[in-house]
C-alpha cells in the first residue's frame, strides 16, 4: 500500500514522493534518499523501502529535484541542495504526524543523509547502504563534459537514457562538500550496509565512514550485492537487516 505524497523543495519546486504504507499499525517512520540519479522508484529504494513497510515502518522515499516526478531542472541542483530537500522531506513528514525515526540513503543518497542526519527532525538513527565518504566521487560520472562545464558554464550530459545539463556551480558544490565533521559530530546510533564486491563505490568507503563514525556504529556486509541491489533478493536483504537494527530506535515518542 502507497501514497502518492508531494511537498516543497528548499529550493522552490515540488517534490513528488511515495509513501510505503504498513499494512497494518506502524511501528515507525522513515525518510530514504535515492542514489545519484537514479529516482524513487530505483530498485535499491523502491524494494528497501517496500520491505520496510511490511515490516511495520512506514517510509517516505521521493525524487530529487528534475528527475522522475519532481518538478524543477536538476542542474540546479548540487549536493548541498540535496541534503537541505533531504531536511524538508523529514520536516513533511513530522508535520503530517508521522515524524521520521530513521533516515537512510543509497549511494550518493548515503552520503546526503550523513550530511543532513542532525537536522532532520525528529530523526533516531541513520543508515547508509552503499555510500561514499567523498561526495565528489560521482565526478567520474560526468569526467566527459567538465572541459565544457568550466569553459561555458554548463554542459550536457547523457544518463541513463537521459540529457542531463550539469552546471558549473553544481559541480564546484559537490568539490567543495567534505563529510569528516559530519560523521564524527552525528552523535546518532548509525548503521553502514555496503557491498566487498562493490565495484561502484569501494568497501573502504564503508570503512573509512565506520572509522570516522563514534559509536553506536554498526557495519554489515552485503556479500554477493552488486552497487544497485537488482540482484534477486538483494534490496530485499538489505531491507530486512535495516528493519531488525531499528528496533531500537522505534517506538513511543
Avoid at 119 to 134: Q, S
Avoid at 233 to 252: C, E, F, M, S, V
Amino acid at each position: 500500500m502507497a501514497e502518492r505524497v508531494t511537498f516543497p523543495s528548499a529550493t522552490g519546486p515540488m517534490l513528488a514522493g511515495v509513501i510505503d504504507l504498513p499494512d497494518g499499525p506502524a511501528r515507525g517512520w522513515g525518510v530514504f534518499s535515492h542514489g545519484f540519479t537514479l529516482g524513487k522508484d530505483s530498485p535499491a529504494a523502491a524494494r528497501i523501502c517496500k520491505q520496510l513497510a511490511s515490516d511495520g515502518i512506514g517510509m517516505l522515499r521521493f525524487d530529487a529535484l528534475g528527475l522522475g516526478g519532481s518538478e524543477g531542472d536538476w542542474g540546479d541542483g548540487s549536493f548541498t541542495v540535496k541534503v537541505n530537500d533531504i531536511i524538508e522531506a523529514c520536516k513533511f513528514m513530522a508535520e503530517r504526524g508521522t515524524p521520521a525515526d530513521i533516515l537512510a540513503g543509497h549511494s550518493w543518497g548515503g552520503a546526503a543523509v550523513l550530511a543532513a542526519a542532525r537536522e532532520c527532525p525528529g530523526v533516531r538513527a541513520v543508515v547508509t547502504v552503499g555510500a561514499p565518504i567523498d561526495p565528489a566521487h560521482v565526478e567520474h560520472q560526468y569526467d566527459a563534459c567538465l572541459e565544457q562545464v568550466f569553459a561555458e558554464g554548463s554542459g550536457q550530459w547523457m544518463v541513463g537514457g537521459k540529457t542531463l545539463t550539469l552546471k558549473r556551480a553544481f559541480v564546484e558544490d559537490v568539490r567543495e562538500a567534505k563529510l569528516h565533521h559530519k560523521i564524527k559530530g552525528l552523535k546518532l546510533p548509525l548503521l553502514i550496509l555496503h557491498s566487498p564486491t562493490d565495484n561502484t563505490v569501494g568497501i573502504q568507503n564503508a570503512s573509512d565512514i565506520f572509522r570516522t563514525a563514534r559509536h553506536p556504529r554498526s557495519f554489515v556486509s552485503l556479500e554477493g550485492s552488486e552497487h544497485l541491489l537488482t540482484g534477486p533478493g538483494q534490496a530485499h536483504r538489505a531491507g530486512r537487516i535495516i528493519g531488525a537494527w531499528a528496533d531500537a530506535y522505534l517506538g513511543t515518542r
